[in-house]
């Protein structure tokens, strides 16, 4: 599926950009990758609740095999069939799937903020002498 048939199909729902990644292509919106594509298929961002939408609709997560051969499920499901040729329904489903995964994104930005901030800090004691007072002398 190429860049401008992507564009024309999220047309109602806003702009959106098209990225190449790892044999498939990404779409965004805004700055956020809400859907992607893989071998003629689209995925739109799930979590909880709307995962049962996509599972009413019989449409299965996006699964790939990793280097060692494991299978890892992502949160992208394959878009409903029907969306292709209903584009006020597809701006619906697409905004949700942005929402999902613009929290997810400032989610993720948080949890490394605060990770980061949890960094120990060094403390470097002052030699004794500098400690002392002026003045004073050891005993």
Known sequence: M?????????AKFRPVSVRRMFGGQGIYADGVMFALVH????????????VRRFETEGCRAFVYRRKGGERA?????QMPERLYDDPDELATWAERAHLIASHAAQAKTRSSKASSSKT???????PRSAARPAGKSKR
């Open 2 to 10: 190429d860049a401008d048939t992507i564009r024309d199909l999220f």
């Open 120 to 126: 120990p800090v060094k403390i470097v004691n002052k």
């Open 39 to 50: 071998d003629d298929l689209i995925y739109l961002k799930a979590d909880g609740e709307y």
């Open 73 to 77: 499920v992502m949160s992208y499901w």
